[in-house]
């Protein structure tokens, strides 16, 4: 299991995460949060991860 989370405070809202991994990101208002707290394998969210430009992302494995 690894655990997903956005900083809220980071979060600028770009979107990326949420175009490149929507089964684990969606934005509400303006900010993205994540769908699951806990996913059991790790797909799309590294890459989501990878392009957050501010690095409100954080995967826990
Ligand atoms: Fe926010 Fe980064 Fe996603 S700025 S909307 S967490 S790509």
Known sequence: MAK???DKK???GC???ASICPSSFEMKD???VAKKA???KI???REAM???PVGAIKIEE
Do not use: N
Request: with cysteine; aromatic share 0%.
């Open 38 to 40: 806990k996913v059991a």
């Open 15 to 17: 979107g990326a995460c």
């Open 43 to 45: 797909t799309c969210e």
């Open 50 to 52: 990878d392009s957050c």
């Open 10 to 12: 980071k979060c600028i």
């Open 30 to 32: 303006g900010k993205s």
């Open 4 to 6: 997903i989370t956005v």
